[in-house]
């Protein structure tokens, strides 16, 4: 035992998954790092690192800040040890992508034509197909892929990975997604709300990176958040933790799809926006948006945001409203929660600078000194792919876990098919 | 190693401290449930013990379940190997108990001459005295006291202890609590926020006792929240997580002490009420509560409980008001965090069932019918002994961390670090 003692567990097999945790997320590092930081001597470094070398979870390469003739080598977690497909379902269009598993993108397919409208078994044939594309074309043997990560349009209970009564996911309502996609690829499966799976994109490799306690708010045709606290995405009691489009604003009486009256969805979100400009367009409120209306039928939110840019009052004070809304809400959420940033993403988002400087002058002067004092309002930095990224992200973190670590590195052998 | 693997970390010296945590928040315990519980061998189990035991952290007992006869032991958490000091430093008292290492008060003192706003001179030298007598009393010796737990009516540092800006506690911004108690004392110590030592309290030993993620509501002169997530205190990245008191809510122009006009705090605490009673009296709406201006020279929110128990139409509305404006916003924080139980305390709680009534009819009208499906809004359990069971319990907890019980078990050196 060398002079610094080793940290609380990390003895006898806890140190080969303690040593390969360290290798995959602070790699790369030299043998002697690792005996640094973790205290362990230097033979029982060698003894577990021969391991995870003979097991190809890790790869010793040469340390490139070294002339090549010193020899100095670097243990690196080798992301091409296996594969995860991730998907991304949205209302009209479904993301899928071939990752390794550093969540990094190898291929990715967007299907325009098909909606989750169109019901569980077209939807999941055309995914399927694609899967099996992918999996052939690269070449991927079964136990080579070792997980799969989709995020959907509606609530989740993560633990059987069922849609509950998901708004506007007509007929998945407990829709056996899971055990599918586990009976047909035998690998690991996991099922999340979209905008779960989006906050923990932009929290591993987007503009949440090493942010303990962040929000990650969705503003589409709906409205959501997800909530990563101390790192770790944070679901609640019944998986519905971030709902926030269903918070209620006091003086707020529009009808919400939900039922209810008064809640934020119903004045802020896309399908809001392009309700309240066709309304406003229909009363001959505004020519611009009347214009639109005639030339196309509706009002969408992208018509508002562009009419908003060239400076159309009616547009302006639309956009304006619903970031009024959205900030007051997230102001009190910022009180009670107390996090670090916010990241605001989806369609409606990207309608300019203009939505998120309302919200964020709404929350400074809503929320208290002490919440706001570092707290940082930004935009997302993975755009349109946080969800596919997400999902990759989500399922390789589960393939890693403590326990599966633990049984890999001691067991001598890869995550087994279905192996749950 | 058995035929059943032992669980990730469960090796060599790490062994030792899952078996006491085990004892301490499962037991009564006899060595074979042990060994059932956690895979490991016999002779590992009793090695541990014997230490245990010899380091007087554990007892062992004969189980009562049995006949004196047949000798079966059961091993318990010695709760007598140590003491803690628990305060509770309310605005108008000073709550102080003597507890042993399973939070359960030997000796409670209430010193009601001595106010947070006479200063953090005078209250920690009462203080002092009171803790110097308690430890002279029960002869004990400097090793014996484990740790210090306090709250304070205010915003904290939990890291340094120090109060941050704490409105109604002149003279202690940044005022070094925890260190002049560290010094005098020699022992672990401990300041935190009222409201979360309070939330504390009720989850590990009231209301919320088994319950993952809960919420504790203070509703007293001030409005505030202690936010419990996966069994743990959540304190957010400032420490203030739980403000609900400052979210502003539309419509509410009434300027608060914060300064902010329309928050929670200044409709529905007990302050606002005592406030809005006085006004009310004072313009001659309501003979009873003018009569009670008359009598007191001021209306408290206790006299609008009383009057409202009575009949009194304003003082009734006074209250339903107060419930409909907590419920309204607790109703968003229940979407967005999704709990399974709230526990509601603080001295206008206690002013009635009415008011609990009016916040749980708000919560299930405006929140979503998924985050409320099991959702309990319940009374506090320990009432006024919330704060120093909390400040006892979060002291404990922090005495027996993973860390600090690894350290104590191997004090005395263990076998083979590094070994299985």
């Known amino acids: 035992m060398s002079s610094r003692p080793a940290p609380f567990g990390l003895f006898g097999a806890a140190a080969g998954s303690a040593i390969f945790q360290l290798i995959r997320e602070a790699g790369p590092l ?40 010193r020899k100095r080598k670097q243990l690196v977690f080798n992301e091409s040890a296996g594969y995860v497909v991730a998907i991304d379902l949205g209302a009209t269009s479904v993301d899928i992508a071939l990752c390794d598993l550093g969540a990094s993108v190898l291929e990715h397919r967007e299907l325009l034509d098909v909606a989750v409208s169109d019901g569980p078994q077209r939807v999941l044939g055309r995914i399927v197909e694609q899967v099996d594309d992918l999996l052939a074309k690269h070449a991927i043997t079964p136990d080579q892929l070792y997980g799969m990560g989709m995020g959907v349009p509606g609530p989740v209970e993560f633990s059987t990975g069922h849609p509950i009564h998901p708004p506007i996911m007509p007929g998945w309502h407990k829709y056996p997604i ?12 996991y099922i999340d709300n979209d905008v779960n799976v989006m906050a923990v994109g932009e929290a591993k490799y ?59 969805e119903a004045i802020a979100s896309g399908r ?100 706001t004092s570092t707290l940082e309002v930004v935009p997302s930095k993975l755009g349109g792919m946080a969800g596919v990224i997400g999902a990759a992200a989500l399922v390789v973190d589960e393939v890693f876990s403590q326990e599966r670590v633990f049984a890999m590195v001691n067991q001598e052998g890869m995550p087994s098919a279905g192996g749950d």
Chains 1, 2 share one sequence.
């Not at 577990?48 to 800040?65: I, M, S, W, Y």
């Not at 899971?178 to 499966?189: A, I, N, Q």
């Not at 409120?285 to 009419?307: C, M, P, R």
Request: hydrophobic residues 40%; charged residues 20%; glycine residues 16%.
């Open 30 to 69: 030299a043998r002697a790092d690792i005996g640094r930081i973790t205290g362990l001597s230097k033979s029982t470094v060698s003894q577990h690192v021969e391991r995870l070398l003979r097991l190809g979870l890790v790869t010793e390469e040469p340390d490139a800040r070294y002339p090549a003739g």
């Open 178 to 189: 899971k055990e599918f996609l586990t009976e047909r690829y035998g690998c690991l499966v």
């Open 206 to 264: 987007g503009a949440g990176v090493g942010v303990e306690n962040q929000l990650f708010v969705k503003i589409g045709s709906g409205i959501g958040c997800g909530v990563i606290l101390g790192g770790r995405l944070y679901r609640g009691t019944h998986g519905c933790a971030g709902d926030i489009g269903h918070i209620s604003l006091r003086g707020n009486e529009e009808l919400c799809s939900c039922g209810n009256r008064g809640c934020l």
């Open 272 to 371: 809001a926006l392009s309700r309240l400009g066709t309304r406003l367009a229909m009363d001959g409120e505004s020519f611009e948006l009347a214009q639109v209306l005639t030339q196309k039928g509706t009002v969408s939110a992208e018509d508002i945001a562009y009419l908003a840019r060239r400076g159309d009052p009616l547009s302006l004070s639309l956009l304006r409203m619903s970031g009024q809304a959205i900030g007051e809400v997230l102001a009190g959420i910022i009180n009670f929660i107390n996090p670090s940033l916010i990241v605001v993403g989806g369609g409606v988002s990207k309608s300019g600078q203009r939505l998120i400087a309302t919200i964020k002058e709404v929350i400074l002067s809503k929320s208290t000194p002490l919440a």
